[in-house]
């Protein structure tokens, strides 16, 4: 290929995203569907701009890589310690529930059990990229649904480990499948100990070295280096380079350079996904469509029916509510993109016929390709479900029981607003509560998890896991009530750190005498707000600033508890 043809290739692909992302936009569909379509559109089996997928494909791959990458950023050791419930209890289920499921459908239909096991394991896995950008568009990454889905994505992407070294040995000659089986594990088991011990010790030093040459385009470039890098050596000891990435995302988490890792990589995964998404519309095979529609349909609409019905049945048997398992249900009813690399590994192994594989694959194009569109409809239904039980107690129940060391917002006004904002910018699970319906109402329509009640009361501050929780802030405009529900808090649980907004100096002891761990003046913290946009427009350095305020919150406050103290001494 000459370079003028390279660069109109390019020109091409981003030519016809933005043509068809911008369209989707203005018609608020998804861009995922604009990816999609576009794909679709100038690949080999549409106007046959660009033919050469391959290439194209391969660079796609890095896509998956940083998705990975940044939902181990977002994630932390701790927290997926958290999610072990979940990720693999519910996700363990999905996936051996699947298999065995549809392992047995195929046997039923006549194929034998190495073929009924590719197929099983290819239809267990969901589409981490496409399912991740669609709750990023719903504004579900806080909400239940998000963590439901991201726990079962994570442990999706774990298993297509052994799903991998079992298609390997399906043809293997010599040694027995234990044997064999066994001896990868250890591998495995070997590889990840290695890269997360040598992580520990390394990252930190290196990344803090990087730092102090004060080059920013080297530091984006260790940062591409560890991703890739760990990605490689995963891929050396047979296991996935995106489960590299996730480990690196993971190890970089623990560290203080986490947010400028963090902004280094967000545009790469955006570009790099944008075309993933791409590439599987090109794959999109739309004369075999035309050709066997009523059989890829079927095959199709088998796929996501059995896998959203599995998913809905495992959430109501672990307490999940209602709304949440259809909508979690639909949202990773489709195939996912290792599902390609499945099938495309049993192909080479002439385990499945050329045209089988061929089949399996448009069956799983199709079936992301409509992900979007049964996300929205998955969202309506959840909405129409939970329109009548947003105060009950059980919903709130049902809703918190996978949140561990989350974080409690009463009242969701200005104050509880920011701090939720502030909460998802550093991927803190938090859940909010509010005695206004109609702000509850139009919240949790944007996904927020939001909840309507009284926060004085015990059985709704059980229902929102407060024995479990991380932190409360109490931000209730209402004295009278913050100080009653500090105090029910503090019956419930001794040592949970609470957090209060005052209106003024007046109100931090009486805050702090009911139990609040540190009560914050608005009027104050406003009036230090105000000082410092003087001092930062009249050139004074962030840092000087920053010392400044720190001085005036603890001598103001200190003041302030000891003339409370004072005024409440006897004489």
């Given amino acids: 290929m000459t370079e003028h043809t390279e660069l109109l290739q390019i020109a091409i692909f981003l030519g016809a995203a933005v043509l068809i992302v911008a369209i989707c936009r203005l018609l608020r569909l998804s861009p995922v569907i604009g990816y999609l379509t576009a794909g679709a559109a100038i690949g080999p089996f549409g106007l046959h701009l660009v033919n050469d997928v391959e290439s194209a494909h391969d660079i796609a791959q890095f896509g998956v890589i940083f998705l990975l990458f940044v939902i181990g950023l977002e994630l932390s050791l701790d927290r997926l310690r958290s999610m072990r419930k979940h990720v693999f209890g519910f996700g363990g289920a999905q996936v051996v529930l699947t298999i065995g499921i549809f392992f047995c459908l195929v046997l039923g239909s006549g194929g034998n059990a190495a073929i009924a096991l590719i197929i099983s394991g290819g239809f267990a896995?969901?589409?981490?990229?496409?399912?991740?950008?669609?709750?990023?568009?719903?504004?579900?990454?806080s909400s239940q649904v998000g963590r439901l889905s991201l726990a079962v994505l994570i442990l999706q992407d774990l298993a297509v480990i052994p799903l991998l070294v079992m298609v390997s040995l399906l043809n293997a000659k010599g040694a027995s499948f234990s044997t064999i089986l066994l001896d990868a594990v250890f591998k495995a088991i070997v590889g990840i100990t290695v890269i997360f011990t040598l992580g520990h010790i390394l990252l930190r030093p290196l990344f803090r070295f990087i730092a102090s040459l004060?080059?920013?385009e080297l530091f984006t470039a260790t940062t591409l280096l560890v991703v890739l890098g760990?990605?490689?050596?995963?891929?050396l000891a047979g296991l996935s380079p995106a489960l590299g990435a996730f480990i690196a995302g993971l190890l970089v988490a623990e560290t203080e350079f986490k947010p400028q890792v963090e902004s280094d990589v967000l545009p790469f995964k955006g570009?790099?996904?944008?075309?993933?998404?791409m590439m599987v519309g090109m794959s999109l095979n739309i004369d075999m469509l035309y050709d066997r529609f009523v059989n890829i349909l079927g095959l199709t609409f088998a796929l996501m029916a059995v896998k959203a019905l599995i998913i809905m049945g495992l959430c109501r048997v672990f307490h999940f509510s209602l709304s949440t398992a259809v909508h979690v249900g639909l949202l990773l009813s489709q195939g996912g993109e290792f599902s390609f690399v499945l099938f495309g590994l049993a192909e080479s192994q002439h385990v499945l016929s050329p045209a089988l594989a061929e089949t399996l694959m448009v069956v799983v194009t199709v079936s992301m390709t409509v992900t979007p569109i049964l996300a929205g409809?998955?969202?309506r239904i959840a909405?129409?479900?939970?329109?009548?039980?947003?105060?009950?107690?059980?919903?709130?129940?049902?809703?918190?029981?996978?949140l561990h060391h989350h974080v409690i917002i009463c009242g969701f006004g200005r104050v509880g607003h920011t701090v939720a904002q502030m909460l998802e910018t550093e991927n803190m699970n938090y859940v909010a509560i509010d005695t206004d319906s109609f702000l509850t109402a139009r919240e949790r329509k944007r996904g927020t998890p939001v909840y309507y009640g009284d926060t004085t009361r015990v059985h709704v501050l059980n229902a929102l896991g407060i024995q479990r929780a991380r932190a409360v802030i109490v931000t209730h405009n209402d004295t009278r009530v913050a100080l009653q529900t500090i105090q029910t808090i503090r019956e419930l649980n001794h040592d949970l750190p609470i957090i209060a907004r005052a209106k003024n100096f007046e109100q931090i002891h009486k805050l702090e005498s009911a139990g609040a761990n540190r009560a914050v003046s608005e009027m104050f913290e406003t009036s230090l707000q105000m000082g410092a946009a003087l001092l930062r427009s009249i050139g004074i350095t962030d840092f000087e600033i920053t010392r400044i305020l720190d001085i005036f919150r603890d001598e103001d406050y200190a003041m302030t508890r000891a003339s409370e103290n004072e005024a409440s001494s006897p004489a």
């Fill in 125 to 141: 896995l969901s589409s981490t990229a496409i399912v991740l950008q669609v709750i990023a568009e719903q504004n579900e990454k």
């Fill in 214 to 216: 004060e080059n920013t």
């Fill in 230 to 235: 760990v990605a490689s050596l995963t891929s």
């Fill in 271 to 277: 570009l790099l996904l944008g075309l993933f998404f």
């Fill in 377 to 379: 409809l998955g969202q």
């Fill in 383 to 402: 909405t129409a479900l939970e329109k009548y039980a947003i105060s009950r107690p059980e919903t709130m129940i049902e809703e918190t029981l996978d």
